[in-house]
Protein backbone atom coordinates (compact mmCIF):
# COMPACT_ATOMS: atom_id res chain seq x y z
CA UNK A 1 0.00 0.00 0.00
CA UNK A 2 1.02 3.76 -0.49
CA UNK A 3 2.80 4.94 2.21
CA UNK A 4 3.97 8.41 1.42
CA UNK A 5 1.20 11.45 0.79
CA UNK A 6 2.12 11.48 -3.00
CA UNK A 7 1.55 7.72 -3.61
CA UNK A 8 -1.56 7.99 -1.87
CA UNK A 9 -2.71 10.97 -3.98
CA UNK A 10 -1.34 8.65 -6.89
CA UNK A 11 -3.39 5.91 -5.89
CA UNK A 12 -6.90 7.76 -6.15
CA UNK A 13 -5.88 9.29 -9.04
CA UNK A 14 -5.61 5.78 -10.99
CA UNK A 15 -8.59 4.76 -9.21
CA UNK A 16 -10.81 7.80 -10.79
CA UNK A 17 -9.05 7.51 -13.71
CA UNK A 18 -9.64 3.74 -13.80
CA UNK A 19 -13.36 4.31 -13.42
CA UNK A 20 -13.64 6.64 -16.24
CA UNK A 21 -11.99 4.86 -18.56
CA UNK A 22 -13.77 2.03 -17.63
CA UNK A 23 -17.22 3.97 -18.42
CA UNK A 24 -15.30 5.40 -21.53
CA UNK A 25 -14.78 1.82 -23.14
CA UNK A 26 -18.35 1.29 -21.99
CA UNK A 27 -19.24 3.59 -24.10
CA UNK A 28 -17.46 2.47 -27.39
CA UNK A 29 -18.96 -1.11 -26.81
CA UNK A 30 -22.62 -0.02 -27.04
CA UNK A 31 -22.27 2.54 -29.49
CA UNK A 32 -20.56 -0.76 -31.87
CA UNK A 33 -23.34 -2.57 -30.18
CA UNK A 34 -26.10 -0.30 -31.58
CA UNK A 35 -24.62 -0.31 -35.31
CA UNK A 36 -24.24 -4.34 -35.46
CA UNK A 37 -27.98 -4.51 -34.49
CA UNK A 38 -29.25 -2.36 -36.79
CA UNK A 39 -27.39 -4.29 -39.19
CA UNK A 40 -28.95 -7.71 -38.28
CA UNK A 41 -31.80 -6.04 -38.41
CA UNK A 42 -31.47 -5.25 -42.15
CA UNK A 43 -32.37 -1.50 -41.72
CA UNK A 44 -29.60 -0.05 -43.76
CA UNK A 45 -30.90 3.90 -42.50
CA UNK A 46 -31.02 3.35 -39.47
CA UNK A 47 -27.45 1.47 -39.46
CA UNK A 48 -26.04 4.27 -41.24
CA UNK A 49 -26.93 6.79 -38.86
CA UNK A 50 -26.44 4.50 -35.84
CA UNK A 51 -22.73 4.06 -37.48
CA UNK A 52 -22.41 8.31 -38.12
CA UNK A 53 -22.66 8.21 -34.52
CA UNK A 54 -20.40 5.84 -33.47
CA UNK A 55 -17.58 7.46 -35.58
CA UNK A 56 -16.77 10.10 -33.69
CA UNK A 57 -17.22 8.29 -29.99
CA UNK A 58 -14.67 5.94 -31.33
CA UNK A 59 -12.39 8.50 -32.40
CA UNK A 60 -12.24 10.22 -29.69
CA UNK A 61 -11.77 7.59 -27.57
CA UNK A 62 -8.55 6.58 -29.48
CA UNK A 63 -7.56 10.58 -29.81
CA UNK A 64 -7.48 10.13 -25.55
CA UNK A 65 -5.87 6.96 -25.82
CA UNK A 66 -8.59 4.70 -23.97
CA UNK A 67 -8.08 2.28 -27.34
CA UNK A 68 -5.55 2.04 -29.72
CA UNK A 69 -5.89 4.04 -32.82
CA UNK A 70 -5.52 1.01 -34.74
CA UNK A 71 -8.15 -0.47 -33.13
CA UNK A 72 -10.17 2.10 -33.86
CA UNK A 73 -9.41 2.14 -37.72
CA UNK A 74 -10.31 -2.05 -37.28
CA UNK A 75 -13.98 -1.29 -36.03
CA UNK A 76 -15.19 1.58 -38.45
CA UNK A 77 -13.14 -0.41 -41.47
CA UNK A 78 -15.24 -3.45 -40.40
CA UNK A 79 -18.42 -1.83 -39.96
CA UNK A 80 -18.26 -0.11 -42.76
CA UNK A 81 -17.70 -3.30 -44.78
CA UNK A 82 -20.62 -4.53 -42.91
CA UNK A 83 -22.82 -1.74 -43.98
CA UNK A 84 -21.86 -1.31 -47.65
CA UNK A 85 -21.97 -5.29 -47.56
CA UNK A 86 -25.99 -4.81 -46.38
CA UNK A 87 -26.33 -1.74 -48.72
CA UNK A 88 -25.35 -4.27 -52.41
CA UNK A 89 -27.55 -7.06 -50.99
Not at 18 to 41: C, H, P, W
Not at 67 to 78: F, G, L, P, Q
Given at each position: ??????S?????????????????K???????????????????????????????????????????K????????????????????
Amino acid sequence: MANTASSKKRARQALVRRNLNISQKSLVRTMIKKVIASIESKNIEKAKAAYQQAVPVIDRMADKQIIHKNKAARYKSRLNKKIKDLCKK
